[in-house]
């Protein structure tokens, strides 16, 4: 089960590509800076601002701007349906495989957004950064590209570029065998990973070793699987970087370090797949031929971290997040970070990696942008065209039915099974603001709600390949390395047993 390596000449090419790209883009940022003091100081980065608007405020916004027609979501929902649908036919299977033609069809759908907005919605738009109404037309079009490009998009794609770049650059080494107690670990270190650098950055960085591990094993299905569930999903739910929905939150409003009081369902949850996963591999493995399994080469590998150097860049990206959100002080100072300072930090970490780290390492770890890429082009076409939804649910959210916990994590978790976890968090979120509460809230949300929407789309986004994009990276690699990984709905078979009993048991101890 041997990784196919990237040519190593190709990786010192593209790490040259990258770093000067990012090298270009802090030049550009610094003399923007330099020439717009005034403008930078005014805008306190979109999302984050928007939570401080009074509530009058956004009634009178809502007033002033009539919701979308239905039929305006249209974009939005023919877009998670390619995502879902035509990586499953054969006639499509292969043009969907190039981002090229993700992107074409994320583009069309973001532009047939904008078009609604410019010809036929008739009336302005909400500006998140100085929340004003903007002018009609073609007024109300840029401030949707506005608020879902300027404001979402660059620090959701810089945040996943910058952990995927990272972790990539860490090879784990090593004689490993895959009996059953060092799979459960190697699992359950993904699970803690994932909330400190992310699912992507988990994923990418323990899927190798372990399929390594498994090499001569017959049974190693279940074991991937188990590894999807925990360390691409379940894990990621004690800190914003942990899951792209959870760090939504966190560009609305939610305080960095308000996720750890899931700190409970997260123990329950992933301890829970950990005892079931380890009866499930000790049965498979009494039926594994151990002579195989254990071989031992003539030569073994000492275990070995390289890359290590990784970690710090690590950190630093954490500290990014944590610190230097620009519509709030640095701990212990008066001093505000311009926006997008954070991200350009953030790409100077990822840059400082490519450096750093041999060009070997990542040519080990079969390192490429594909899979970054792919989430970055269909994303696009995600968050423009989820501003029309979003906009409705602001006028009808409290007429959805829709008031309590185990409601609010059954409707983000199934939809997050089927459709991309991100933006079904962004949907649920932005409805829960909308119904009157006498609980604590946090920007906005019942604190209640916001347990059961924040559970539900980082635990049920494991219900399917599609429900977070770590799911399918982690097949991908997997197929390349001879495990022949189920359909798709072969994969929701085990999903359905393993993890829909324990959301109902979740859901009558926390959320009912």
């Known amino acids: 089960m041997e990784i196919t390596a990237v040519p190593g000449g190709q990786q010192e090419l593209t790490r040259r590509w990258v770093v000067g790209a990012i090298v270009g883009m802090a030049i550009c940022y610094g003399l923007w800076q330099f020439q717009s003091v005034a403008t930078v100081t005014a805008v306190h980065h979109g999302v984050e601002a928007a939570h ?59 532009a047939l957004t904008l078009l609604y907005f410019a010809f036929i919605y008739g009336h302005g738009v909400l500006d998140h950064t100085s929340h004003e109404m903007s002018a009609p037309g073609w007024g109300a079009a840029l401030t949707v590209l506005k608020n879902a490009m300027l404001v979402e998009y660059i620090p959701f794609i810089v945040l996943l570029f910058s952990l995927y770049v990272i972790s990539g650059g860490i090879a784990i080494e090593g004689h490993l065998v895959g009996r059953p107690k060092l799979n459960t670990g190697f699992i359950a270190v993904g699970a803690l990973m994932a909330s400190l650098i992310g699912t992507t950055g988990a994923a990418m960085l323990m899927i190798r070793p372990l399929l390594k591990a498994n090499a001569n094993r017959k049974y190693v299905v279940h074991t991937v699987i188990f590894f999807i569930f925990a360390a691409c999903n379940t894990g990621g739910c004690l800190l914003p970087i ?117 060009a070997a390492i990542r040519k080990q770890n079969s390192f490429n942008y594909d899979a970054i890429v792919e989430v ?38 199934l939809l997050s099974s089927f459709l991309d976890n991100a933006p079904t968090y962004v949907v649920f979120f932005e409805t829960a603001k909308t119904i009157p509460t006498d609980a604590t809230t946090v920007a906005g949300v019942a604190e209640p709600s916001l347990i059961a929407i924040s559970l539900g789309a980082v635990f049920m986004g494991a219900m399917t390949y599609i429900g977070n994009g770590p799911n399918f990276m982690v097949k991908s690699i997997a197929e390349k390395n001879n495990v022949r990984m189920p359909s798709f709905f072969g994969y929701m078979a085990y999903s359905c047993a393993v993890l829909f009993p324990l959301s109902l048991l979740l859901t009558w101890v926390f959320l009912v």
């Not at 027609?69 to 299977?93: K, R």
Request: with cysteine; charged share 15%; aromatic share 16%.
């Open 376 to 413: 970055a082009a269909l994303f696009i076409g995600i968050f423009i065209c989820m501003q029309a939804p979003i906009q409705i649910l602001h006028t009808y959210g409290p007429s959805l039915g829709i008031d309590k916990s185990w409601q609010f994590y059954w409707g983000t978790g």
């Open 242 to 358: 942990g899951d792209p929905p959870l760090f939504l939150g966190f560009l609305r409003g939610v305080d960095f370090f308000w996720t750890l009081k899931l700190w409970p369902q997260w123990l329950a949850m992933n301890g829970s797949l950990l005892v079931v996963y380890y009866l499930w591999d000790t049965w498979r493995f009494r039926h594994e031929d151990r002579s195989a399994v254990e071989t031992r080469p003539e030569r073994p590998q000492p275990f070995a971290i390289r890359g290590g150097i990784n970690f710090l860049w690590l950190f630093g990206v954490i500290f990014c997040v944590a610190l230097l959100d620009p519509s709030k002080a640095v701990p212990g100072t008066n001093y505000h970070a311009p926006v997008y300072f954070r991200e350009i930090v953030m790409l100077a970490l990822t840059g400082l990696s490519l450096l750093s780290t041999s």
């Open 52 to 110: 401080d608007a009074t509530a009058a405020h956004a009634e009178h916004a809502t007033h002033e701007a009539p919701p979308p027609a239905a039929y305006s979501i249209i974009p939005f929902a023919g877009l998670l349906l390619c995502i879902a649908l035509l990586p499953l036919f054969h006639f499509s299977e292969e043009w969907w495989e190039h981002n090229h033609n993700r992107l074409l069809v994320a583009v069309g759908c973001g």
